[in-house]
């Protein structure tokens, strides 16, 4: 044997003792993920910790309680009211709270608050750890799907309880009455009813059983700010709530507590709590839950960038994640709230589990420019999973959804939300639903009967604030919509460009399905945009049934208005551009592509001061606002105007300075909308997009600057959904300032054009592309087909 050692073995050696980086483990995704960010004055349903990826349980300090925003877990919040379980925009519930000392249950949740400390907290993404300065008492959380578990350590004391406020209003939601019943030493169960909401117009249950580890020494409860014993081991009534008692504690001992809740039954909760968590292994169960977040998070494998990039790149992807949740049990029900009285519903049972999700979900109002690309690329099982509940609400009741709250129509915002994202999903091969059906449900909300005829949040019977029928006989919605039917924004100009690009959407589902008659119909309607674009002053303006435009008229208000007239949550500056169907054709209305990119950096240059945002509720004086969802695909345009370098510029501003953020008080700038903002955050920072939200008979991708050095994307392949495909963008560049692209190489051949086949992305491949720190006017504009 030699003695001597080979050069090329000794290099990597010796690299490593002089590179502490060579030892130091690569972060998983999820460690990656900060839930704190944006964390100041956010929604009740934005902050997420002890909760797996679309889990029904969301477990979760609240800090602050009696609104939808700025409520639930606030970072500034110096108190902690409960931990609850159910954080959605419209329904809440069991909230659960650890004491010590006396019971003061009876006197509401601020009676029984605790201070707490941001130093002596933990929160990661399936795990919360909080010390309770009031109690002595450490308090940690994790979950599974529709279990919730709790580990409570307490300091030495005599007596401990642990509260059940369920009668409490929680967040947005009140509650008509609560049942609560002792069904043993070791568990409770019972169910709170929520109380209507202007959005959610019916009451809607949370059933649930909760178990500990030691039997408790005592079950009693309160009414109406009264404590009293348990009538036949019963709590029940408006304004109740129970606590378990359990005496003379040992310090560092510790109480266990698992709550499985259900939308259906009691029974069902109970159901839950056996199939998902039988056992008391409170580390398995957390580790279980990272190890979902990395499956999840994991499809997207990132190097290079800053660390900070890094950090919001797979929050963004976490807040996807959390914007719906399954509301279906493990037993494939679910609750149908659309008829006079609730009816439970079965999904369709395969190898002893439910085929997909019944999800609860706001609308996705602005989601083919975020959440149907995301989900059609890399997550398909879950746009469809949000397709076929859509489709449950077609087959159960005849009209699809725009969203889902309490098994209930939601009528959020305006418009049909479900078409876009089911055309997508039929576009890119992804549909595992029944495309026939998703038609009829497509076309039947086309015209008067369909969810067109609802303003927003229009319920009851005659609705007609949505303007439909005016759409179909004037070929726009006229101003006079805002005096006609009920219901919340109803802005003509703003339905008028909704409903266009939503009629492109079935146009090509009905092309896909060779239903030619129907394709020349709604491909005539797309072009209705036309109708509400006034060429002299080369915006989108407010038209009165006459046909004369609305005056006086300007781009933007002057004031805080939440919208300017004939717009919804928007200005004409924001919705001219709105016509991802024919973004060719508004270029030449607007005088050509110098003129439309004069006008776009005009916007641009405006909103800059502002951060590209409008402070939430003024959407009306915004030139850009990625605030909210209209302004979502405004910086990608200038590439069809032949200046992808300009793309290139504004949307990388706008990632840095609107969306760069990691701290609590910034990285959204307001609406998020259930993971909105987050899809939009990961597609700008890998450098992919598609103005046309992926609709169409050949869809394309758009590429634009990817932030980080190398990005590799697992997704299911569309033959076979077992099998991961693959899909990396290399991107070469000196500095971090190298922003604009020169070249492109698209599976080792050279790609001078801004967009690409996405099926060339579906089957796998490479894209390099190379940056500099100029523009390069030559790359991006030389269309193949042209």
Not at 284 to 297: C, G, I, K, M, S
Not at 560 to 565: D, I, M, Q, W
């Amino acid at each position: 044997m030699s003695n001597k050692i080979s050069i090329t073995k000794i290099l990597p050696i010796l690299f490593c003792l002089f590179n502490i980086d060579c030892f130091a483990q690569q972060p998983e995704p999820v460690d990656l993920v900060n839930p704190l960010i944006n964390t100041s004055e956010c929604r009740f349903d934005f902050f997420a910790s002890a909760v797996v990826p679309m889990g029904m349980v969301m477990l979760s300090p609240d800090t602050k309680h009696g609104d939808l925003w700025g409520c639930g877990y606030q970072w500034k919040e110096g108190y902690i009211f409960d931990f609850s379980h159910v954080h959605n925009a419209q329904t809440a519930g069991v909230p659960v709270m650890p004491v010590t000392g006396a019971c003061k249950g009876h006197l509401g949740l601020q009676a029984s608050k605790s201070a707490f400390s941001h130093e002596k907290e933990v929160v990661k993404m399936g795990y919360h750890k909080v010390y309770l300065e009031y109690y002595g008492i450490t308090a940690e959380l994790t979950a599974t799907c529709r279990v919730g578990m709790h580990r409570y350590t307490f300091p030495e004391t005599e007596e401990a309880h642990v509260l059940f406020d369920i009668g409490a209003a929680i967040g947005p939601t009140k509650m008509d009455y609560a049942y609560v019943r002792q069904t043993s030493p070791t568990e409770i169960e019972g169910y709170s009813i929520q109380t209507p909401t202007l959005r959610r117009p019916k009451p809607t249950l949370v059933h649930f059983v909760a178990q500990v580890n030691k039997p408790f020494d005592g079950f009693a409860g309160w009414k109406n700010s009264v404590l009293i014993e348990a009538e036949n081991r019963i709590i029940e009534g408006k304004e109740s709530g129970a606590y378990l008692t359990f005496r003379n504690l040992k310090a560092g001992e510790s109480i266990l507590l698992k709550v499985a809740i259900s939308n259906v039954s009691i029974g069902n909760a109970r159901l839950n709590m056996a199939a998902e968590l039988p056992h008391w292994n409170f580390e398995q169960v957390v580790n279980e839950a990272r190890t979902a977040w990395n499956d999840y998070l994991g499809r997207f494998r990132i190097e290079g960038g800053s660390h900070e990039q890094q950090v919001k790149f797979y929050t963004d992807l976490m807040h996807v994640g959390i914007g719906k949740h399954v509301a279906n049990d493990v037993n494939g029900d679910y609750i149908d709230n659309t008829s006079t009285l609730p009816i439970i519903r079965q999904l369709p049972i395969s190898n002893g589990k439910p085929e997909h999700a019944f999800l609860e979900a706001d609308g996705l109002w602005g989601a083919q420019w975020n959440l149907n690309i995301l989900w059609s690329l890399v997550y398909s099982e879950y746009g469809n999973w949000m397709a076929e509940t859509f489709l449950d609400y077609y087959r159960n009741v005849g009209t699809l959804s725009r969203g889902s709250w309490g098994g209930n129509y939601t009528y959020v915002m305006v418009g049909d939300h479900a078409t876009p994202l089911l055309a997508a999903l039929m576009s890119t091969g992804r549909a595992t639903f029944d495309k026939e059906l998703a038609y009829a449900g497509s076309r039947k909300n086309a015209f008067p009967g369909g969810i067109r005829d609802r303003a927003g949040y229009e319920f009851g019977q005659n609705p007609s604030g949505g303007g439909i029928d005016w759409y179909i006989e004037y070929g726009y919605v006229p101003v006079e919509i805002k005096d006609r039917g009920a219901g919340f924004h109803r802005g003509g100009t703003s339905m008028t460009l909704e409903y266009a690009y939503q009629d492109w959407c079935i146009a090509h589902m009905a092309k896909q399905l060779n239903k030619q008659s129907d394709v020349d119909l709604f491909m005539k309607r797309s072009e209705y945009w036309r109708n509400v674009f006034d060429p002299t002053s080369g915006w989108a303006r407010p038209r009165l049934k006459s046909g004369e435009w609305l005056e006086p008229f300007t781009p933007v208000t002057e004031g805080n208005a939440f919208s300017a007239a004939g717009f919804i949550e928007g200005s004409s500056a924001t919705y001219t551009f709105y016509v991802p169907q024919n973004i060719n054709g508004l270029i030449e209305s607007m005088g050509g592509n110098e003129k439309f990119a004069e006008i776009l950096d005009g916007n641009f240059e405006k909103a800059k001061p502002y951060r590209f945002v409008t402070p939430h509720g003024q959407h009306g004086k915004g030139w850009v606002d990625y605030e909210n969802q209209p302004s979502c695909e405004i910086a990608h345009l200038f590439s069809y105007a032949g200046m992808p370098w300009k793309t290139q510029y504004w949307v990388r501003q706008v990632k840095d300075i609107t969306f760069g953020g990691i701290t609590p008080q910034d990285g959204y700038n307001g609406d998020e909308d259930q993971g909105q903002m987050g899809a939009l955050g990961v597609l700008m920072a890998i450098g992919l997009f598609d103005v046309h939200g992926l609709v169409g008979e050949y869809p394309m991708l758009e590429i634009t600057s990817p932030v980080f050095d190398r990005i590799t994307i697992s997704f299911p392949s569309v033959e076979n959904l077992d099998k991961h495909n693959t899909f990396e963008i290399i991107a070469k560049r000196k500095t971090a300032e190298d922003i604009y692209i020169q070249k492109v190489k698209l599976n080792g051949e050279t790609h001078n054009y801004f967009r690409f086949p996405m099926t060339d992305f579906l089957k796998g491949g490479t894209l390099e592309i190379e940056l500099g720190a100029k523009p390069s006017k030559e790359w991006g504009i030389n269309d193949p087909d042209k």
